[in-house]
């Protein structure tokens, strides 16, 4: 039986591993959105969902555990004073995994693993479509005149 095994090796040498966590779990906390494979997300979610409890404590004590585990301080700054006060009310789940289908390569599952309260960039769509209308309307005026 394989119950409560622990955790999915990835079939990497533990030195491997954890380089691919650390740096996994840096890009997420840097950019708020990755794009991964199922597995590696479902491993750098438990990693990254520790430091963020970790990280809603500000400590001394906490800061340097969460130093270690990471690649860049100003990463873990941002940790704890933009990413940490926004889950303040959340006791668990600050990451969603959201399926996007097999890569064509080898039919792994791609998923993209975000934080939960990740706000999409709108304004850039929206300013495009609004330059599309702009267009439209400036084209039907010259229509009409003539």
């Known amino acids: ?3 409560r095994s622990g955790f999915n090796p990835l079939e990497r040498m533990a030195a491997h591993r954890k380089a691919l966590h650390r740096s996994m779990v840096t890009s997420l906390f840097r950019h708020e959105r990755i794009r991964t494979t199922k597995a590696k997300a479902l491993e750098v979610r438990r990693t990254a969902e520790k430091m963020i409890t970790r990280a809603k404590t500000d ?3 906490n800061r340097r555990i969460v130093s ?10 941002k940790l704890f004073t933009t990413i940490a ?8 789940g600050y ?7 097999e890569r064509l390569g080898d039919a792994a599952q791609v998923v993209i693993l975000e934080l939960v309260d990740y706000k999409l960039d709108i304004e850039g769509t929206e300013k495009k479509a609004k330059k599309k ?10 229509e009409e005149k003539e």
């Not at 270690?68 to 700054?77: H, T």
């Not at 209308?133 to 010259?142: F, I, T, V, Y």
């Open 68 to 77: 270690a585990r990471l690649y860049d301080e100003g990463i873990v700054a």
């Open 95 to 101: 990451t969603r995994i959201l399926k996007l289908g």
């Open 59 to 61: 400590s001394v004590h």
């Open 1 to 3: 039986m394989k119950h």
């Open 133 to 142: 209308e702009d267009k439209a309307a400036k084209k039907q005026k010259a």
């Open 85 to 92: 006060p926004r889950m303040k009310e959340r006791n668990g």
